[in-house]
Structure formats: structure tokens, C-alpha cells
Nanobody
Framework: QVQLVESGGGLVQAGGSLRLSCAAS????????MGWFRQAPGKEREFAAA????????YYADSVKGRFTISRDNAKNTVYLQMNSLKPEDTAVYYC?????????????????WGQGTQVTVSS
């Protein structure tokens, strides 16, 4: 069982930056594609960014493209989400997810392992 622990959330003003981290418990992390999803109050969980096992392929939602960057360090079993130029509409609980497959996906149901989430709040 893969265990994922997110950190780095918090309160930031619009235009600011945050860096989320997700530490995985298993050493086979390097063979998993990873994703970041987010869920705002009253809304469905939505895709934000994803990265392949090697880090060579990355996907982004249109709403975050150019502002967010996903990366991974397989030696540290950790995936990151650098979030710049934050907007109030980025406010959500952000979840890290692992997919038992080399290539990433934008679909929630393609990921079998989830973290507990970390709150990101962007004030206007």
C-alpha cells in the first residue's frame, strides 16, 4: 500500500506563491505516475497537474498552466507542486495521488492511492 503525505499548504495573498510537497512511503515510487488534484467547497475534485514516473512528461489543467509546475525527486520519493501567481479561485484542498502506471492521467479514477489533502487558501 502506498501512503502519501502532503505538506506546504497555507494562507497566501493573491499573487503569492506556495510549494506543496508529497512524500510517498514506498520505494517503488519511481515507477508510479503522480498527480495533484484539488477540491473546492461544494465542487467536485478536479485535476491540476500530473507527471510521469521519469518526470519527462507533465500535464496541466488549463486553469493552472503557466503558473503551476509539477516536479519529482525519485531519490527522495517526493513530488512537488510549485504554485505561483496564485488567485482566489485556486483556494481548495489539494490532494496528491499515485497511479500504478508509468504515464500520468487527468482522470481522478485512474489513481488508486491518495493523500489526506492540504488546504490552500488565497485571499484577495
Amino acid at each position: 500500500q502506498v501512503q502519501l503525505v502532503e505538506s506546504g499548504g497555507g494562507l497566501v495573498q493573491a499573487g503569492g506563491s506556495l510549494r506543496l510537497s508529497c512524500a510517498a512511503s514506498r520505494r517503488i515510487f519511481s515507477s508510479y505516475a503522480m498527480g495533484w488534484f484539488r477540491q473546492a467547497p461544494g465542487k467536485e475534485r478536479e485535476f491540476a497537474a500530473a507527471i510521469s514516473w521519469s518526470g519527462e512528461s507533465t500535464y496541466y489543467a488549463d486553469s493552472v498552466k503557466g503558473r503551476f509546475t509539477i516536479s519529482r525527486d525519485n531519490a527522495k520519493n517526493t513530488v512537488y507542486l510549485q504554485m505561483n501567481s496564485l488567485k482566489p479561485e485556486d483556494t481548495a484542498v489539494y490532494y496528491c495521488a499515485a497511479r500504478d502506471y508509468l504515464l500520468p492521467s487527468r482522470r481522478v479514477n485512474d489513481y488508486g492511492h491518495w493523500g489526506q489533502g492540504t488546504q490552500v487558501t488565497v485571499s484577495s
